[in-house]
């Protein structure tokens, strides 16, 4: 099966869950002063942030494993859903940081829960680049699929960075934040390549 | 009419209905204990995971099919919109189904409306398949139309329990959310082919 | 320019205003007879059912007008964005009809919204409709310019009945919504040929 | 990298924007006076229409640019996706103008973080303008690269309205929102030409 509606849908969840991020910028309640009711809000922006680029972080990479892909199966598809599924809930652990990471006795669930998330999106991420590589007649070509999985061999350390993360949401939430950015910034740079199309 | 756009429109509601679901799952009120209240919010995480794996293997099947089709007709364009009409509707009995299924009074109402939902979509699905099936120039080939047609009598399986579903409700609520999981997990197998290209 | 981004563009737009229809349904407050509180909402399920039909039917017709285009220019592409406007208000109204037809005070303001909203998609249409047949370069064919026009001249026909509508909003807001509904389903007859592509 | 998918997923958070803003067009309660609290809620339609038309007009320049783009590669992805960033921001500022104008000490915080966040679109768009125009891999054609560039000398414009419409959030908010409506009315003007295809 051609790979070009895999895209579609594809892209139709990676830009709705980050569009939906903006719902979690609540407009302060009336009375108030707005200015510093805005800028109280700053937890808010920051996960907006986080969580924004690294949806568009993953999704430069799934375009540029599909981009290689020809052929999709049905446990392709499967995989590609639960990736789907994971990237859809980005938006409750976002909503859950902007609330409580300020929060004393919250901060902590809150983290954790955001780096479960991060943590199933790369379990789902990987398992659809094994699926691939491994598997001579989705890239269509055994060569470069083994190249593929070759460049690709650092992927997994989301795999390691997130449980950090995690372990750290325990000590201090806001460094656990920050190795969750960081770790996108990681995904950002070119480890699988771009098709020279 | 070329169905491409079909897939597009359709891709974008099956999209889109997946991702809304995460709204459903509410960051819980500030002065609670975070992490319980987390835990406590359980059923809402089973019934996000239950519709979005439906609706990502209603998503395969869909386009499993639409993937045979060379020609979409008016017919076949409103049978369509009927089904996405119908999946669209799905965060609403999953939100009931997140919010009600522990609760005594509630849980048979709302997987009474979860299995209606379901009902809805396995008679508008049914309606586009045997359309198209049925009619050699959706598919442009008769000989393949009654192939799918074979291949697929399976299919109305779901109009069966998802009504054992509705009745289960009444009596015990939660085996009624593991048939539809189930029910979901039936339409993953490899019913209809999908082409080889 | 190639129509194909435009309809991608458009294509999300209408899938996403037929699919936030559905936050509208809100789930009953705890402590309430949910059986009874779901039937109550009676009011939100026929809005949502007129509405979701009102664009797909409007999608389709959307269709298979931009089968006919070949270049789409500035002009064009604005007035598509203001029909795509009318659109994305299609919840409003909608949730407003639910809410309010059975009030006594708020019907005929509700009915008189929905109908507004209506009238502006009617005229949004009919303006990237006029365009498109009146201009040889859109279609590419000035033969095929003017059969189109001549076959879609019962287009204009919403303009009449939803003012109709709008009318009836003041004496029997029911009856309101049901011209509305019947103007959906003319809409829905065979007005503009599909390509036999 | 063909750049068909940086347009899909960039169509899909565009028109989701879009769409969202409806969600800021709230029910009024009930018990009021419906029709005289619709005419109350003019700020949010005026607010709906200047951000709706706006988000339509970045979309129709985007469209114009990326059709002269032959090569997506990553710098350009990720300047695509802080510009997609920029755009998902809309719903929010959208809604605190809409809440706030009226407001005695709101309307200034309310239109500076509009202009701010229109700026930031800007400044986003520059940099795909001006990274794909400067970049003779991109367009494909050093001498159509140079010529667009030429084109949308204009272009930076943005970046002086906008700045000039935050200076007057602080004396004449409404004054704001006009300059911002004007500055979109000034994007809608033909500066980049559309591919003669």
Known sequence: MRTSRVEAFSDGVFGIAGTLLVLELRVPEDGTDLGRALIALW??????????LTIG???VNHHALLEHCRHADRPFLYLNVL????????PFPTALVGHYILSEHGAT???LVYGLGALLIAIAFSGVFFY????????GDAAEARRLRQDGRLFPIGLVSYSLGIALAFFEPKASLAVYALTAAFYALPILPLPRR
Chains 1, 2, 3, 4 share one sequence.
């Open 43 to 52: 937890p808010a922006y920051a996960a907006y942030l986080v969580s924004f």
């Open 57 to 59: 972080i993953i999704w």
């Open 83 to 90: 990736l789907l599924m994971s990237v859809a809930i980005v």
């Open 109 to 111: 669930a809150a983290l």
């Open 132 to 139: 691939a590589t491994g598997n001579a007649r989705v890239i």
